[in-house]
Every structure is written in C-alpha cells, then in structure tokens.
C-alpha cells in the first residue's frame, strides 16, 4: 500500500522534544503537523524507562508549554519531602498520552503515526512505513521537516550492553531488578550516570545493605543539590544557590578549585566524597578481559568498553572478587 499526506510539517519523534515542538505549532501557528514515531505512544523513552525513574528536576519545569504536567504541591514524603513533586515513568507516559489524545488530535491539525518508521527518501523526499503491516506513505512536506530523533538517547532497557558479558554472569538492564526471581546475594551496579545513582538508592531504599552493592563507574559525576533548582515559593533558595556558584566562580583560580570549593558550599556534589574516589584512569595493560571470571558463575566480567578502561580498571581492583553468593550484575552504559 502507498499513498500520500501533505503536511506543512514533518515531525520526526514523539518524545518530549517532537511533542514540545508540536505544541508550540499549534499555539503560534495555523501549521498542521504530522507526528511520526516508531514507538507505540507518545512520550519516547519514558515508554521504555526503568520502573523507578523519577524527573530529576521539579515536574513543573518539564513538559510542553500548554498542558502543566503536575500540581504545583511538595512532596511530603520520601527522600524527596519538602521540595517540588518529580513525575514518574507512569505520571510522564500519562501526561504525554493525554496531551496527544486530549488536544493534538482533537485539534484537528495534527496527525499521529506511532509504530511508524521514518526514512528519508534517497530523492530528498519523506516516508514512513507501519512496523506492524510494511504500508509505506510518501509525506510532501510544505515548510519543514523535524528530525528530533537527531538528539535521541540510548537507553539500556531496548539496547544490549555495550560490553561481553562472560558466559554464567547474569547481566540484566537496570530495570530489571524490580522483577527478579530468587534471592540475590550481591548487586553490581554498573555506570555514571543517573540511571545507575537511582538504582543504587533504590536498592538502598529497599533495604539491601550498602555492603551487598558494588557500584563500577568510569568517572565521578557531580550532581546539582535540589534544594537550589525549585519554583515558585522556594524560588529565593534558587537565586542563593545561583549566588553561590558566581561567587565560586569569581574566586577560584583553576577548574579544580571550582569543583573543590562548590562541594563544600552545597550547590553540587559528588556522589563519593573526594577523599574516597578511586576510579582513576587507569594504564590500558589492566584491562581484565572475560576470562579473568572464568569458571566461576558468581562473578560479574565483560571485555572492553570502548574509550573507557577506567571501567575496566575498577572491575579489576573492586569487583572481580569471589563472593560466595550469587551476584546480579545490573549492566548500565555510562551516560
Ligand atoms: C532515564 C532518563 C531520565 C531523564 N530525566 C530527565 C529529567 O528529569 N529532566 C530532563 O529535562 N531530561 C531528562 N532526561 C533527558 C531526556 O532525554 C529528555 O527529557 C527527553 O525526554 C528526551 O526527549 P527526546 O524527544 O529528545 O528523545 P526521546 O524520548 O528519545 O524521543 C525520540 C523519539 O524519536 C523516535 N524516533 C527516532 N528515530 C525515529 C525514526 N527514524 N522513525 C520514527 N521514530 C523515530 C523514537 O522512537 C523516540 O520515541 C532523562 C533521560 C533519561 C534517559
């Protein structure tokens, strides 16, 4: 089947890039819109997030410009009390679905074609196809096409790991911890980013002890404090913590001194205290490759990961012991 939609524009994604731009059509334009993505609804990754993500920042901050995401109110339990509530997985997969059901569509200016692949057309045409049937529909795009899928992530619940996994490791993607069967010993977590801090607290919330967690990391991320990036009646502690940074920023004399002086003053921290951090680069000779576990279904092992021996080297000096117990090993790309 082949036939043709003519469309001022061309939407690529309907991630919250791909909705963000579309809204903003419909509120300062008469453009019609066709929205295409290959996912079954709206709200690109967050369809595939891992069950006990959460926005980093306040839900006020996130969404499209026309549809508020959340009540304004603070959460009042959880680690979270006391600042702006910060949507989960399901309260972001509603939100966006009800923004495509309850205004793009009703508008009557926008189409939407999930499940869809989008192709550039060799010719410098457009065409999608159904993943479902194989139809295939030429797009004549009057203004302009709109790839967001040129900033799309990576996220490890649709993506293998991007390292060898030695045979007898269980390797799961971060998500996966919510739905394991049987008792596991020993969680080695793997990554830099928010991913795996957020699993690393889950498990800690969970009651696992700080002693059954291993955390491998390539590199220290520092993390921006909370308490100075609310809205609205906290906004005084947002401008302190902005006075904070331009005072360090004024005074310091190198990059590092930056960094050594904002952890003490509260504005950003590091998710290990200086004095602790170990996940230096280390020479290229230590890499382990997966035969440094071999025999053994207790450990977790991979060979290489790209640019990043730092990984490897903190697999040889921290993670490649014998535990006695199982180990779950929770594969995560460094984001
Ligand atoms: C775990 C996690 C937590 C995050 N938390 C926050 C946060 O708290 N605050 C914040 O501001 N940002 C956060 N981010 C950043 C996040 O990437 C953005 O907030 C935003 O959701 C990204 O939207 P996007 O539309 O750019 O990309 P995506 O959500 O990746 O959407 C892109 C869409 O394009 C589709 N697509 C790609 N290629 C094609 C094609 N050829 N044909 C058809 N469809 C295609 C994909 O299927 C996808 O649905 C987080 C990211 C992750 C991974």
Redesign the pocket.
């Known amino acids: 089947m082949s036939d043709v939609i003519e469309t001022d524009y061309l939407v690529?994604?309907?991630?919250?890039?791909?909705?963000a731009f579309t809204d903003s059509l419909l509120a300062h334009s008469d453009a019609s819109v066709t929205l295409?993505?290959?996912?079954h609804a709206p709200?690109?990754?967050?369809?595939d997030?891992?069950p006990f993500?959460r926005?980093?920042?306040p839900s006020t901050?996130?969404g499209v410009s026309s549809v508020p995401l959340a009540s304004d109110g603070l959460d009042r339990s959880g680690l979270n009390a006391g600042f702006h509530a910060?949507a989960g997985a399901d309260e972001l997969r509603a939100y966006f679905a009800q923004v495509m059901h309850q205004h793009f569509i009703p508008s009557g200016r926008v189409r939407y074609f999930p499940c869809?692949?989008?192709?550039a057309d060799p010719a410098g045409g457009h065409r999608?196809t159904s993943r479902l049937t194989g139809a295939s529909r030429e797009v004549r795009v009057r203004r302009k096409l709109v790839d967001?899928?040129y900033?799309?992530?990576q996220?490890p619940a649709i993506e293998p790991p991007p390292f060898e996994v030695a045979e007898g490791v269980r390797c799961v993607p971060a998500g996966d911890i919510t739905r394991l069967n049987g008792r596991t010993g020993r969680f080695v977590v793997i990554g830099a980013g928010?991913?795996a801090l957020d699993t690393c607290v889950w498990l800690l919330t969970q009651g696992v002890s700080p002693q059954a967690i291993r955390w491998i990391k390539p590199r220290e991320g520092w993390w921006l404090n909370r308490r100075f990036h609310q809205p609205h009646g906290l906004l005084p502690d947002l401008y302190a913590g902005v006075g904070l940074q331009l005072q360090v920023l004024a005074e310091a004399r190198s990059i590092d001194e930056v960094f050594a002086r904002l952890e003490p003053s509260g504005s950003s921290c590091a998710s290990t205290p200086r004095w602790r951090r170990r996940c230096a680069t280390p020479p290229s000779s230590a890499r382990p490759s997966s035969s440094c576990c071999a025999g053994s279904t207790t450990w977790c092992a991979w060979a290489g990961y790209g640019a990043s021996s730092a990984i490897a080297s903190c697999w040889t000096t921290a993670a490649c012991r014998p535990t006695g117990t199982r180990s779950t090993c929770i594969a995560r790309r460094a984001a």
């Open positions: 690529v994604g309907a991630g919250a890039a791909g909705m295409v993505d290959r996912r709200g690109g990754h967050w369809l997030a891992y993500v926005l980093h920042q901050f996130y910060l869809s692949d989008y192709v999608f967001t899928a900033l799309e992530g996220v928010k991913t």
